[in-house]
């Protein structure tokens, strides 16, 4: 159910419709958490390299992952972050010696011609002024959150490694750093932590499949409710907020960082 959830979501969907590189970027990210988990750093350094093709989505995430690895002495990551990131860099100049400046050029002209992708310029095109000082006030908690679980985790062994870095994940959409819903596949491995943790409760694939099955046809109804008439697939920025929100209030309703009773 989980494995047809994560293709068939909206968000999933739309980067398959869209042709964007979110779902791969998203299974490094996933791939990388596992490596991480299973102590193979060599390995999860280079899918986190390999995941910085869409470097919004991982940058929050690639900060506390080099924080943490440096206070568990774990350093071959990092050797191996950084090689791969040289090596695909200069393989990248060897194919396109150009594609630097091209790709700086792309990234200053994107705000341009994107529509908002930030909870201030979101806020500001519904309520002006008002608005851009409440997506200031959510993206400040969004921050001050995550410094504030990283530094339980730094100070701790690595129990809550996981539940803190899918946390990064869902947070660094809320975080004021440009994005589009495209790349919010990379949630998926806070839905998977949070489906480990109810499978171990009392009906829990019951609220499980329940969960699922509301968000997936949730996400779906309310892209249909809000598109324009004249705007195929170009959805409205109301869907930016849901999936990030209610992934955050699903990790504090189930507490995978607490042991079951």
Known sequence: LLLLFSIAWYHAARSIINGNAALLVAFFIALALYLLKEKQDLW???ALAIG???P???ILLLLFVIFWVMVEKRHKLIISFASAMALLAAISMLIEPGWLQANMRQVLAYPAYSPPGTPIAIFESWWGRGGQILGALLSLGAVGTLFSVWSKVLKAESAAFLCAASLTLVLTNLSGIPTTTANYSAMLPALILASASLHERPRGRLWLGLILVALLLGLWLIFAL???SGAQFRENAILFFPTPLLW?????LVRPWKPTV
């Open 248 to 252: 955050v209030g699903l990790l504090y």
């Open 52 to 54: 910085t093709i869409k």
């Open 44 to 46: 999860a350094g280079v």
């Open 226 to 228: 809000t598109l324009g």
């Open 56 to 58: 919004q989505m991982v």
